[in-house]
């Protein structure tokens, strides 16, 4: 059935969100995105079958008309975007493949390599702020996995700030919610921010709280539980900045 409603549109806007801010490395950039994406879909007289693939589709377009490439680069741009749609948003390659324009058997191809690639690209001094010890573990290999060096893991936010201000990681990967008298992640993320700048993956359960576009949000959120790859892309693109725009 073909839909077409702005109730649709406004479902979608919390991945359409979390996508375009991965994409471009920052809040305010990727909130434009999609609010752009919103005004277009919303003018004249259309209709989608799936509207969260036509926002991410539409996203993927405006960006693609004022990205910069760079040749060097480990990833190519449609790469990245396709590992930020099937690992980020967990949409399938069949799915994938037309949001960026290209037909399924070579999304497979640019995924296959880009996987390979992935693991080296951009390796760095990760600081973990998760307070539970079992979940921590996991997170601390997952990161050792994806060719990361763990300088540190804080269960509470004195100890986040401590170990930031002795190690100065290059990503900080922090849990929303430390238990009972231990703060919380994006207190710890404030502080730290003081006196070192680091990219930050958020890591929560509830990632629509987190992409309301009303206030300073993160730009990388993952939702608990996550895969390897997941985790592998989003501190990729946070380490290089995501896809600058020209």
């Given at each position: 059935?073909?839909?077409?409603?702005?109730?649709?549109?406004?479902?979608?806007?919390?991945?359409?969100?979390?996508?375009?801010?991965?994409?471009?490395?920052?809040?305010?950039?990727?909130?434009?995105?999609?609010?752009?994406?919103?005004?277009?879909?919303?003018?004249?007289?259309?209709?989608?079958?799936?509207?969260?693939?036509?926002?991410?589709?539409?996203?993927?377009?405006?960006?693609?008309?004022?990205?910069?490439?760079?040749?060097?680069?480990?990833?190519?741009?449609?790469?990245?975007?396709?590992?930020?749609?099937?690992?980020?948003?967990?949409?399938?390659?069949?799915?994938?493949?037309?949001?960026?324009?290209?037909?399924?058997?070579?999304?497979?191809?640019?995924?296959?390599?880009?996987?390979?690639?992935?693991r080296a690209a951009a390796a760095t001094d990760v600081l973990i702020i998760e307070d539970e010890p079992i979940i921590a573990m996991d997170i601390e290999e997952l990161v050792a996995s994806c060719g990361h060096r763990v300088?540190?893991?804080?269960?509470?936010?004195?100890?986040?700030?401590?170990?930031?201000?002795?190690?100065?990681?290059?990503?900080?990967?922090?849990?929303?919610?430390?238990?009972?008298?231990?703060?919380?992640?994006?207190?710890?993320?404030?502080?730290?921010?003081?006196?070192?700048?680091?990219?930050?993956?958020?890591?929560?359960?509830?990632?629509?709280?987190?992409?309301?576009?009303?206030?300073?949000?993160?730009?990388?959120?993952?939702?608990?539980?996550?895969?390897?790859?997941?985790?592998?892309?989003?501190?990729?693109?946070?380490?290089?900045?995501?896809?600058?725009?020209?």
């Amino acid at each position: 059935m073909k839909a077409k409603s702005g109730e649709d549109l406004i479902r979608a806007l919390p991945y359409a969100r979390r996508y375009a801010r991965a994409l471009c490395g920052s809040q305010p950039g990727g909130d434009a995105l999609v609010a752009q994406s919103i005004r277009s879909l919303m003018a004249g007289d259309r209709t989608w079958a799936d509207p969260r693939a036509e926002l991410y589709r539409d996203v993927t377009m405006q960006f693609n008309a004022s990205a910069g490439q760079d040749a060097n680069a480990p990833l190519s741009l449609i790469q990245r975007q396709l590992l930020l749609l099937t690992s980020l948003e967990d949409v399938s390659t069949e799915v994938a493949a037309p949001i960026v324009g290209i037909s399924p058997d070579e999304a497979v191809t640019l995924l296959t390599a880009a996987r390979d690639r992935l693991r080296a690209a951009a390796a760095t001094d990760v600081l973990i702020i998760e307070d539970e010890p079992i979940i921590a573990m996991d997170i601390e290999e997952l990161v050792a996995s994806c060719g990361h060096r763990v300088v540190g893991v804080a269960a509470t936010e004195t100890e986040a700030v401590a170990i930031a201000e002795r190690c100065r990681p290059g990503l900080i990967l922090a849990d929303i919610n430390l238990g009972a008298g231990g703060g919380n992640g994006t207190s710890a993320v404030s502080r730290i921010m003081r006196n070192h700048y680091a990219p930050v993956i958020f890591v929560t359960a509830y990632p629509e709280r987190l992409l309301t576009g009303d206030a300073l949000e993160p730009a990388f959120v993952i939702t608990k539980p996550f895969e390897p790859l997941t985790l592998a892309i989003a501190t990729y693109q946070a380490v290089t900045g995501g896809v600058r725009i020209d």
